[in-house]
């Protein structure tokens, strides 16, 4: 064997001058322990935009007094919650619902039936009775064209199905309707109205935010098939049509008489001041607010809120993935239509009176569009800052637009002898081009919102 041969036939044996594979080598650095969770950065933007809030709130409480700013601010605390239901079905699963107006109406109506006093006039009638007959008949007439529906299913043709669904619906409809035009002209002739339940306001609210979720299913399983422009159609002349039905039924709702006095959850203003009242009502909605923002901080993190947001990204995706496009978009539907009624309701009881007719599409479904984005559409606490700040300049706006137009009428008096009138009108109508000319400047400068929805992403 050759020595050639010898030395590769022997093991390797390390050189002094290279360190083994066991030791470290000198001039490698010392491996380092890995360092810890990154430290987050105060959050600058939301503490600028917080603080600049809360100055505009101290000016309004030194200018305008404690009892009226402390109003302004329970509305506001209740405009949040209807905001916060917006933000979960636009921002959370891109759903743009222009029907708000009709839930906040719903909400409404429940707190007031629920909590005035109970008409003796009407319980000691035969109308109870001849009314729940009504509603029988109505639910009969349901189930009789629901059971039609489903004929097909025992080798009905379908043409013969949709056929006698529908002449049994048109049967039923005028014979029901009928019925009940006659029941609640007796109401309204005999007694005015049905009256109320006399119970606890806070139990309307609940069945409140109930109805308005049932109702929000109904819609939902009906519309959110469609393209976004077109449920924006659906559910704005959904709200329309909820707001004629109160308006119109006077032996329920008393129509255009309104309904007042109605009751708080707290301690009556008579009793210990409109500013402790105000204070107690306030500290309620506070704590909702804390409650709902909790549970929706809780879901938007939660495998269901990655869940819808994937959804609303790219629902192809979703889909493929296996996931219920529908039964998902559903359920963030009627999640937020259960905000907007119980905001609703509590709204309608801080003011006192239910009106069916002062529900208006600027006050309860524009105004709280241009929370949401103002303050950003899927961030809670943008859409809290939109909210308490949108409303102070909508409150605000029309007695600085008086003090100005008071301001240049002084001068045009002096200068031209112009003195115009009625300048408390034409000072409301100032709030309009003021919050139009806010939103205009947030979609030019801040089309995101000004705190906009921040979405973690991972490698």
Not at 219 to 233: A, E, M, Q, T
């Amino acid at each position: 064997m050759t020595a050639s041969s010898q030395q590769q036939s022997s093991p390797q044996q390390p050189s002094p001058q290279q360190p083994s594979p066991q030791q470290p080598s000198p001039q490698q650095p010392a491996p380092q322990r890995p360092a810890g969770p990154p430290t987050r950065a105060l959050p600058a933007r939301e503490l600028l935009l917080f603080g600049g809030l809360a100055i505009v709130v101290l000016a309004v409480f030194a200018t305008m007094g404690p009892a009226y700013s402390t109003r302004m601010l329970v509305e506001a605390s209740c405009y949040a919650i209807l905001a916060l239901g917006l933000t979960i079905q636009w921002g959370y699963a891109g759903q743009f619902n222009a029907g708000i107006m009709g839930f906040v109406a719903l909400g409404g109506f429940s707190a007031t039936f629920f909590s005035i006093p109970v008409n003796p006039e009407f319980w000691a009638s035969d109308l109870p009775g001849r009314l729940g007959w009504v509603l029988l008949a109505m639910v009969a007439v349901t189930a009789i064209v629901f059971g039609i529906s489903r004929l097909d299913r025992i080798g009905v043709p379908r043409l013969l199905r949709t056929i006698l669904a529908v002449v049994a619906g048109l049967v039923g409809y005028l014979v029901v309707i009928s019925w009940l035009r006659s029941v609640t002209g007796d109401i309204e002739s005999q007694v005015e109205f049905i009256g109320g339940l006399g119970l606890p306001v806070w139990l309307g609210w609940i069945v409140g935010g109930a109805l308005a979720g049932g109702v929000g299913y109904f819609i939902g399983h009906i519309c959110l098939g469609l393209r976004s422009d077109y449920l924006v159609i659906a559910t704005l002349g959904i709200a329309e049509i909820i707001k004629a039905f109160l308006k119109n039924s006077d032996w329920l709702t008393r129509g255009t008489a309104t309904i007042s006095p109605l009751p708080w959850p707290v301690s009556d203003p008579g009793e210990v001041g409109f500013l402790t009242a105000r204070a107690l009502y306030l500290s309620v909605t506070v704590v909702m607010i804390a409650v709902i923002f909790f549970l929706l901080h809780r879901a938007y993190h939660a495998p269901w809120g990655r869940m819808i947001r994937a959804i609303r990204d790219n629902e192809v995706s979703a889909a493929a993935m296996g996931k219920s496009i529908n039964r998902r978009r559903q359920e963030i539907f009627v999640f937020g239509c259960i905000l907007m009624g119980i905001g609703g309701a509590a709204l309608t009881s801080f003011n006192g009176l239910f009106d069916p007719q002062g529900y208006l599409p600027l006050n309860h479904t524009f105004l709280v569009l241009v929370m949401v984005i103002l303050g950003g559409p899927g961030n809670n606490l943008g859409t809290l800052f939109g909210a308490v700040l949108v409303y102070v300049i909508w409150i605000m706006s029309g007695p600085m637009a008086l003090a100005v137009m008071h301001a240049v009428t002084a001068l045009g008096a002096h200068w031209f002898d112009w003195q115009p009138g009625n300048l408390d009108s034409r000072a409301l109508q100032a709030r309009v081009f003021v919050i139009g000319l806010l939103i205009l400047l947030v979609l030019r400068f801040a089309p995101r919102g000004l705190i906009p929805e921040k979405v973690k992403h991972h490698d």
